[in-house]
């Protein structure tokens, strides 16, 4: 009698993962959600949040403790603790020999444990392409080395790859899965509290403590400009938690903070509610075009870390809207330009365009229904086929 077949790897994979900030433990919650369905024994392990952790992630690190920001003494300042981390991380998957290693953006951090670990024969797959064609060029040596697969959230980014040797997919941009291609801002509304023909601006300074630190005072001092030409409009923060208590303090400063309402996440939310947002430059930009919500997007940096990225910088566009656009369709402040007049007279600007110009406004929203599409892809599916197919090699 022939011995029963041995199941393969694959049959119940044991995949780690990394995801270093909120937006990374947001696509990696999705992607595991595919991978539970492909395989619904699977064990999943490493660094990651609370989305993770829905998916039966076991998280041996928090995410938040590589969240940082800049390139200066930002970076400096945790960079024993981060090296650290990664060193200990490194020995615990060599001793467990995950079937594949999964990073999730966090390109700092990963691509070196990533070459690691394939070096010691661990598959490795990359979740969204380090900008190679915004700044860092650079990186594409250390990308071939060390990921035997890339999974890419744009659709330029295989052909790119290719001429590089490097394998890659396009999987489409799992937000654009999660957002409704015309949200329901009636319902948003009525979820926080907002009247139907309330004016609606939220405030949204970036989810890591630098960038709330760099960017909430201002932010404030911004809306406290819009709110003195249009007095009634409604201001609302989406505070990530463990940040609020650094809003608040901020809204305080810039005497804003009865002015404000502030809630605990819900950025979708709040995004699907209002009718203009500043928003910090990163994910959440993607994040308001997929709403169709105009922006002015905003950054500000210490000045070691702003001369080091503006140096390295390939395109003239930072926001992802403006990026996949090729062209500036919202308006960008960086740096010195970031002040708070500058952001208060581009977010009236948009006001009076909603009462002034509503043909400008029909083009944006098309604009944003087509970027919007272009993302749009089953990206559990896609991602989870081409982690079976690196499996499989």
């Known amino acids: 009698m022939a011995s029963p077949a041995v199941p393969s790897p694959q049959a119940n994979p ?33 660094i990651g949040g609370p989305q993770m952790a829905r998916h039966g992630f076991d998280a041996w690190w928090p995410h938040h403790k590589l969240s940082v920001h800049g390139f200066g003494w930002e970076v400096m300042r945790r960079y024993r603790e981060i090296v650290g981390i990664r060193k200990q991380l490194l020995t615990r998957l060599l001793d467990h020999h995950p079937d594949v290693f999964i990073g999730v953006d966090a390109p700092d951090f990963n691509l070196d444990l990533e070459r690691n670990l394939r070096v010691a024969g661990i598959k ?19 990308i071939r080395a060390s990921v035997d697969h890339v999974l890419c959230i744009f659709p330029f980014e295989p052909e790119l790859l290719a001429r590089h040797g490097i394998a890659a997919t396009f999987v489409g941009h799992p937000l654009a899965n999660v957002i409704p291609l015309e949200p329901d801002k009636a319902a948003a509304r009525a979820a926080l509290g907002l009247d139907a023909q309330d004016r609606v601006l939220a405030l949204l300074p970036g989810s890591r403590s630098s960038e709330v630190k760099h960017l909430s005072l201002c932010f404030f001092q911004a809306a406290a400009l819009v709110k003195q030409a249009q007095q009634a409009i409604k201001l609302i923060v989406p505070a990530v938690p463990s940040l609020r208590g650094d809003i608040e303090r901020a809204a305080a400063q810039a005497g804003m903070l009865d002015q404000v309402q502030i809630v605990n996440g819900q950025s979708h939310t709040v995004l699907a509610a209002c009718d203009v947002t ?38 003239p566009w930072v926001g992802l809207p403006n990026i996949l656009s090729q ?21 009236l600007q948009w006001v009076d365009d909603m009462d002034h110009q509503p043909a400008k406004m029909v083009t944006l929203h098309q604009q944003f229904m087509a970027l ?5 892809r089953d990206t559990s599916t896609l991602a989870t086929d081409a982690i079976e197919k690196t499996l499989a090699r």
């Open 14 to 46: 044991f995949v780690a993962m990394v995801a270093g900030e909120a937006s990374g433990d947001l696509l990696a919650g999705l992607m595991l959600e595919g991978l539970r369905t492909r395989w619904p024994q699977l064990t999943c392990a490493g």
């Open 372 to 376: 919007h599409h272009s993302l749009r």
């Open 327 to 347: 062209q500036f369709i919202v308006p960008e402040l960086l740096q010195d330009r970031a002040t708070p007049e500058a952001m208060a007279g581009a977010v």
């Open 278 to 315: 500043l928003i910090a430059s990163g994910t959440a930009t993607l994040e308001a075009a997929l709403f169709k919500r105009p922006m002015v997007i905003a950054y500000r940096m210490g000045w070691l870390s702003w001369e080091i990225m503006r140096r390295k910088q390939l395109q």
């Open 124 to 142: 490795t797959v990359h979740f969204v392409c380090p900008s190679i064609w915004a700044w860092r060029a650079d990186r594409v040596e250390k």
